[in-house]
């Protein structure tokens, strides 16, 4: 018997000794070999392999310091801690090109002023201290460095937008030149400080942006990498050439075209027959003097008396993913954006066939179109007969080359020059420099949307979506699609399907009617097994 227990114990203990050596050697091996099952649809606690790429390909050391005060409100450890699980992944995916070291500022005078200098500011928060309330200043934010390069994350707060950011600003910092976009100014376009403030402070902390004036036929300059044109209201010939022959240069264009002129007060609208429609056209994609209304849309908010009501208004268009076939990257994990006041697209054939063509956004098939007299009251009546309702395009992505509206045509002069030499006949004013017209553009890209107002004034905050597509759209331009799949895993609303006045009629009926006929089938069911039960006893 003392023996048994004897061998019984021996075989517990090398038993014991084999499952630690195994979780050693598992634990040796994962430190190498980094490995994580994430059941969530969108993989949300897994970095994406965009990053992954972005790791890969990096051939020096990126030093990421983390400032993280150690006396933390208890509800900020699960966010430290996650935010730490985050950065370890990037460590083990970078083979050993991200170096990780965590500081504590704590009370020292002279971190704090390094600190405040570097742009991490001290957070304060509020804590419960012995069922008291009290403020907490802490420190939660980092730095990444490359050589002579930095980039800060000034507070770890926000784990939504936290790789994007990381992974941009490692991109950044790692890249040999930070890139511009430029948006067409003084043609009555929306303002880049103002009403594109939004969209424009989310471009800088990937880019850098600036205002292109093309009012004195100056040249768009070479070093802008894509070029926004939302909305101009008046342009010259000489406007126009210069955006063609940036296009004819190779570089990249975002038209975003308003068709109707919207007079809030009033209600109404008006055709803006804008300018630059020539050159969209040209280029294969016309667009209408026309509305779109559906009704799959946005609620808006409007004055009515003292209050403010929001009633669904068919003119803010929802345009979802599932409603364009293919998976474009700009569009791949955007569940929805609404266009306000949009306008219908329509691909030219004859000019695209040796183009590639992506529909990047489209009405649902419950969709009409208003056009003439614009009233856009939201208390009218929306309701369209049966034969005007099908889908419309409202955003098209255009890939190859492009020929010159210009081609065989003069150089356009100068109109204020002219003006300014012929109010001036003492001074002679030094002649323009000779421009030549470059017929052919090399492969290159642009995208239509038949709206620019998606991304001015509150639209883009209200509307995740809007400013996630115009993100990915310019990020598709410069630098493809190495942070598209980041940015867009947590983005858009998932509005439910429309579906037509009989299907809701049926569905309604099958709510009445579909659990007392279930009962009823029920009921009987039992009865006949009853039934047969009993004449088999009464055989037997």
């Not at 490359?146 to 890249?175: C, M």
Request: aromatic share 10%; net charge negative; hydrophobic share 40%.
């Amino acid at each position: 018997m003392g023996f048994k227990k004897v061998t019984y114990g021996t075989n517990m203990v090398v038993v014991a000794l084999l499952v630690a050596g195994i979780l050693v050697i598992i634990n040796a091996f994962s430190y190498r070999h980094f490995f994580r099952v994430d059941l969530t649809e969108n993989k949300k606690f897994t970095i994406s392999s965009s990053t992954r790429n972005v790791l890969a390909e990096l051939d020096d050391i990126v030093n990421i310091k983390v400032y993280l005060s150690k006396k933390l409100p208890p509800y900020m450890v699960t966010v430290t801690n996650q935010v730490k699980d985050i950065l370890e992944e990037y460590r083990i995916y970078s083979d050993g090109a991200i170096e990780l070291e965590y500081i504590d500022p704590g009370d020292d005078p002279a971190m704090q002023q390094k600190l405040r200098f570097m742009g991490i500011p001290q957070l304060r928060l509020n804590i419960i201290e012995k069922d008291q309330a009290a403020i907490s200043n802490v420190y939660m934010g980092l730095a990444i460095l490359f050589g002579d390069n930095k980039e800060i994350i000034p507070a770890l707060t926000d784990l939504e937008t936290f790789e994007y950011e990381l992974t941009g600003k490692i991109l950044r910092v790692a890249s040999s030149e930070v890139q511009t976009i430029g948006f067409l100014s003084g043609h009555g376009e929306a303002d880049l400080n103002k009403d594109l403030g939004t969209i424009n402070n989310l471009l800088k902390e990937q880019y850098y942006t600036k205002a292109v004036d093309t009012s004195k036929g100056e040249k768009i300059p070479s070093d802008i990498s894509a070029l926004v044109v939302a909305g101009p209201k008046q342009m010259t010939d000489r406007d126009l050439f210069e955006v063609d022959q940036y296009l004819m240069s190779g570089g990249k264009v975002i038209f975003l075209t308003d068709m109707i002129d919207i007079q809030s007060q009033r209600m109404q609208g008006s055709p803006l027959n804008s300018p630059i429609t020539r050159l969209i056209e040209h280029y294969g994609i016309q667009l209408a003097d026309e509305l779109v209304l559906d009704q799959l849309n946005a609620n808006a908010s409007f004055q009515s008396g003292m209050f403010n009501i929001f009633i669904p208004y068919p003119f803010w268009v929802r345009a979802v993913r599932q409603s364009v076939e293919g998976a474009h990257p700009i569009i791949n994990q955007i569940e929805s954006m609404v266009l306000p006041w949009a306008s219908p697209l329509e691909i030219i054939e004859e000019k695209t066939k040796d183009k590639t063509v992506d529909i990047l956004a489209k009405s649902s098939p419950y969709s009409w179109i208003q056009k003439g007299f614009f009233d856009l009251n939201p208390r009218q009546d929306f309701r369209p007969s049966p034969e005007q309702l099908q889908s419309r395009t409202l955003a098209v992505a255009v890939q190859g080359s492009f020929d010159s509206y210009f081609a065989g045509k003069a150089v356009p002069p100068v109109e204020n020059a002219q003006q300014e030499d012929a109010g001036t006949n003492d001074e002679k004013k030094p002649t323009e420099e000779e421009r030549s017209i470059a017929a052919k553009s090399p492969e290159t890209k642009i995208i239509v949307v038949g709206n620019s107002r998606f991304i001015t004034s509150n639209f883009p905050e209200q509307f995740e979506g809007n400013r996630t597509f115009f993100q990915n759209a310019i990020d598709w331009f410069v630098i493809g699609d190495k942070l598209i799949d980041i940015r867009s895993r947590e983005t858009g609303e998932r509005p439910l399907k429309v579906v037509s006045d009989n299907v809701k009629a049926g569905l309604r009926l099958a709510n009445m009617f579909a659990v007392p006929v279930l009962l009823a089938v029920f009921g009987v069911v039992q009865y006949l097994i009853r039934r047969r039960r009993k004449r088999l006893g009464v055989i037997t």
